[in-house]
C-alpha cells in the first residue's frame, strides 16, 4: 500500500519576508524545503513524495530537487492560495493517479524542516489503527480562551494544561478519508455561498422596491434587468505524477 508524502511549499509567508520565501532560506547552507523533502526521502517506508510550490519558485524548487537527486519525488505541482487550496491540488493529482482509497498520506508544511523520523514513523503505524492522526507535543505554556467584550479580549476559562497540545506536521489520513472530508467540506462552502446569494438577492428586490415606490415614474414602462451569476470555475492542469 503507497505511503505518499505531501511536501506544502506554496506560501510566501508575508510576515516573514515576501520577496524572500521562507522555504528556500538555507539553513545549515541547505534550504529549508530540501531538508522537509529529504526527511521523507531517508524513511524506508516512505514510497512517493508531491511537492507543492508557489509558481514564483517552481523552477527553484525543481532545480533544487535535480541537484540533490531526490528519487522518491514524483510531482512538483502549483498549490493555492490558501493551504486547503495546495493540498487539494495534490489530492487531485493522486486521484488522477488512482491511489486506493487505503492508501497513508502524510501532509507536511515544508517550513518545519526538522521533522523527526519517529514523528513520521508515528503517524504512518497509527493509521493501521485510526483513519486519521497528527503529530502534536504537549503545551507548556497556558493556554487562555477568550471571548469579546467591546473592543477588548477577556478571559473566558483556562483548560487544563495536561490536555493541551500544540499541533504539528504531518498530518496523517487514509487516502478515502481526506478526499471525502474535502468533499464534504466544499459542498458544504457551496451550500453556504447559494445561501449568501438568495439573501442578497431578496435583500436587493426589496430594497429596488422600495425605491420604486418612493420615486414613482407614472406614464412610463419600467423594466428592471437582472444579470445572472456567473460560476467561475477554475481548472488547474496538473503534470503528470
Known amino acids: 500500500m503507497p505511503v505518499v508524502a505531501v511536501v506544502l511549499a506554496a506560501g510566501f509567508g508575508t510576515r516573514f519576508d515576501e520577496n524572500n520565501p521562507k522555504q528556500l532560506v538555507s539553513v545549515g547552507d541547505k534550504p529549508i524545503v530540501c531538508w522537509s523533502i529529504e526527511a521523507f526521502e531517508r524513511n524506508d517506508r516512505v514510497s512517493d513524495i508531491i511537492v507543492v510550490v508557489n509558481e514564483?519558485?517552481?523552477?527553484?524548487?525543481?532545480?533544487?530537487?535535480?541537484?540533490a537527486g531526490y528519487t522518491k519525488v514524483r510531482a512538483v505541482i502549483p498549490g493555492g492560495s490558501?493551504?486547503?487550496?495546495?493540498?487539494r491540488s495534490?489530492?487531485?493529482l493522486l486521484k488522477?493517479?488512482?491511489?486506493?482509497?487505503g492508501a497513508k498520506i502524510l501532509i507536511h508544511d515544508s517550513v518545519r524542516p526538522f521533522v523527526e523520523q519517529q514523528s513520521i514513523d508515528g503517524c504512518i503505524d497509527s493509521l493501521d489503527q485510526f483513519n486519521a492522526a497528527t503529530v502534536a507535543y504537549a503545551s507548556t505554556?497556558?493556554?487562555?480562551?477568550?471571548?469579546?467584550l467591546g473592543e477588548r479580549k477577556v478571559v473566558r476559562s483556562v483548560p487544563d494544561r495536561t490536555n493541551a497540545f500544540r499541533a504539528q506536521t504531518p498530518q496523517a489520513f487514509r487516502f478515502g478519508t481526506i478526499t471525502k472530508a474535502y468533499e464534504l467540506a466544499t459542498a458544504d462552502r457551496h451550500r453556504r455561498r447559494i445561501r449568501n446569494e438568495s439573501q442578497n438577492h431578496h435583500t436587493g428586490r426589496h430594497a429596488d422596491r422600495r425605491e420604486h415606490r418612493a420615486q414613482p415614474r407614472p406614464g412610463t414602462c419600467q423594466t428592471r434587468s437582472e444579470s445572472a451569476h456567473a460560476r467561475g470555475v477554475r481548472r488547474s492542469i496538473l503534470?503528470?505524477?
Open 56 to 67: 514564483r519558485v517552481s523552477n527553484m524548487v525543481n532545480m533544487l530537487i535535480d541537484e
Open 141 to 148: 505554556d497556558t493556554i487562555l480562551l477568550t471571548e469579546d
Open 90 to 92: 495534490a489530492l487531485d
Open 239 to 241: 503534470a503528470n505524477a
Open 96 to 101: 488522477q493517479a488512482g491511489i486506493p482509497d
Open 82 to 87: 490558501e493551504r486547503v487550496d495546495s493540498t
